[in-house]
């Protein structure tokens, strides 16, 4: 596999796109500019049918310019108040650039993508917006952060999107075109890295220091690095490539210089594997042997095949599937928790909604649930 080819197979992609991309590095201001060529960029690849979301840092560099904070290293608490300054910045610039396509901005926070009902919750939506053919914008709530807001952040969060998306493919822009063999700022012999197979301290090593000069931020190769290991751990494949291009994606398609990170199995493969063996369970369904044998088959659970619910668990939480006889089927994440799950045991979709008071779905979705070592 290379990048060009990684870009063309992929059916979702995350795009990281960094400030300094975003903000003119001498009036501060919107890149209107380099905006306007990226959507155009990425056009391309929704009209041939491939799905974007887009992860954008640039709230905090634009707040600051609007506030009238100076050119100058600024206190966590200045941080967050430039972040939510210029969070509407970012949004009206890039709902701009992209109409008439809708976007829509989604804030998360690091514990939005760790804890298991944030993490549903923030994947149905993200996939809803998807179906409805609008463009997602990810961006780090930095208003309400309690940490030091670093650099390099963004990188690891668009990881943790493309894990939460199933996505096969994360682009991170950056100011070089890949990763080499050391900072080619300062060795003009660094080769450039076509691919790597695997991060290695070898490949680690490699990282360069950070790149402060513009002072929208800290961080560098590092955190790219790190990025590319979560998303390749999540069977997705990531490329590093230059992004201050007019069409740095049609670029890489003509083979502009990057370095493609090969991922670990499939998407859907790696999501289940954690859920298989990642996660304690919080309780059990015994079913009937028809919904066993649906399970068996790639089908999602309906609470019409539960027989019984154990434990104490709520939505989003793991649980074990056990056929009659005992034997565990599978195990997946719950829709419903313990209590509902037992008051809608046995019933059928009408009777759910009748009893719920809202639309009847499976009780675990044949997306979130990894096949039990027993099953045939």
Known sequence: M???????DARLIVVKVG?????DAHSGEVDRGWLAAFAADTARLIARGQRLILVSSGAVALGRR?????DRALTLTEKQAAAAAGQSLLMAAWQEAFAPTPTAQILVTA???EARRRFLNARATLRALLELGALPIVNENDTVATEELRYGDNDRLAARVAQMAGADLLVLLSDV??????DPRLEPAARRVERVEAITPEIEAMAGGANLARRVGSGGMATKIAAARIAAAAGCATIVTLGRLEGPLSALETGAGATLFEPQGAPAAAYKAWIAGSLAP???LTVDDGAAAAIRAGKSLLAAGVKSVHGRFG???AVVVRDGAGREVGRGLARYDAADARR????RSGAIETLLGEAAGPLIHADDLALGPQAP
């Open 2 to 8: 290379d990048a060009v080819k990684a870009l063309a």
């Open 19 to 23: 400030s300094a991309l975003v903000a």
């Open 66 to 70: 609007r506030l009238g904070l100076a």
């Open 111 to 113: 514990h939005d993508t």
């Open 177 to 182: 075109d890949g990763l080499y063999t050391s």
């Open 282 to 284: 919080h309780g059990a």
């Open 315 to 317: 939505k989003g939480d």
């Open 344 to 347: 809608i045991v046995g019933l």
